[in-house]
């Protein structure tokens, strides 16, 4: 395992003034190398195009999945935005503190850690393992400001219920993304009945 100070430099941790947090920085010579989906006719086939063609399974390459593996590990950096939205926020958080025995599942935070770290194919110079928990630790310790930023864009009722009912809150925006934004919108047009 690596210490804590190697973590931090293989991992680009930085120092922001509400705390540490990952900002896995990506060289230009990594972004361009990575695929452009987004620009490849091919993968931009219609939904109907796509189901048309399930008799063929999608080919993925080594590189391929190391670099999905560090694109979903990407997502902690925004965390410390806040402009991220509260619903994305929670649900990378989900990810990265899920239980102890979803570790080992494809994908999970912990295996995206050792997957970028170990692999030759990482954008990231080999590092080897990293520590899940030193970095769930750096992230635990900046998570309260990183809330407390997003949570002062909402109005004062939707801070008191996140801080009251998290649990539904976070059910809420499980079932509709938009629930926040909408409620928000409602209740600035026709007010609070309640207040």
Known sequence: MLQTAAC??????RVCPAGPW??????????????SLWNDPECAAAPSDLEADTASPLEWSEEDLVLLHWRLLREVQ??????????????TLRWVFTERAKDGQPFSFVSCLRVVGCSPLSPLPYCGLVDPEEVRDRIRAAVKPWLRETLLRYPVWVREAVLDHPDWIAARLAANPQWL???TRRIALQGDLFA
């Not at 900002?23 to 230009?28: H, R």
């Open 8 to 13: 931090a430099q293989a991992l680009d941790v």
């Open 22 to 35: 990952p900002e896995p920085a990506l060289c230009p010579a990594a972004l361009d190398a990575m695929p």
């Open 78 to 91: 925004h965390l410390a935005e806040p402009d991220t939205p509260l619903e994305e926020k929670l649900d």
């Open 181 to 183: 934004n909408e409620e």
